[in-house]
Nanobody, 127 residues
Framework: QLQLVESGGGLVQPGGSLRLSCLAS????????IGWFRQAPGKEREGVAC????????NYADSVKGRFTISRDNAKNTVYLKMHSLKPEDRAVYYC????????????????????WGQGIQVTVSS
């Protein structure tokens, strides 16, 4: 059973930074597209940042461009989401997801594309 486990969430003040990690177990991420998604209370799940299996292609939501960076370390079987200049509106449960099928850059951050999901981790931005 493919498993994804998120870590690194928590409470941070506006303007602060966090780094989320997504560790995969029972499979290697080398050939998987990986995405970070978030869901705020009362809102639909949205794509935040996604990265192709090669790491060459990335896709970011407009709301996080210039503030968030997605990266992957296949040797550690881990994908990261570095978040800077956090805002109260970034508050949400953040999920990582993986899928082995090909996706265009435009499609790779669509939640329906992904078959495997982590349990999610809370990020709260508040003073």
């Amino acid at each position: 059973q493919l498993q994804l486990v998120e870590s690194g969430g928590g409470l941070v003040q506006p303007g602060g930074s966090l780094r989320l990690s997504c560790l995969a177990s029972d499979f290697t991420i080398d050939y998987y597209t990986i995405g970070w998604f978030r869901q705020a209370p009362g809102k639909e799940r949205e794509g935040v940042a996604c990265i192709s299996s090669s790491g060459v292609s990335t896709n970011y939501a407009d709301s996080v461009k210039g503030r968030f960076t997605i990266s992957r370390d296949n040797a550690k079987n881990t994908v990261y989401l570095k978040m800077h200049s956090l805002k109260p509106e970034d508050r949400a449960v953040y999920y990582c997801a993986a899928d082995s099928t090909y996706a265009t850059v435009q499609a790779m951050c669509v939640p329906e594309f992904y078959d495997y999901w982590g349990q999610g981790i809370q990020v709260t931005v508040s003073s």
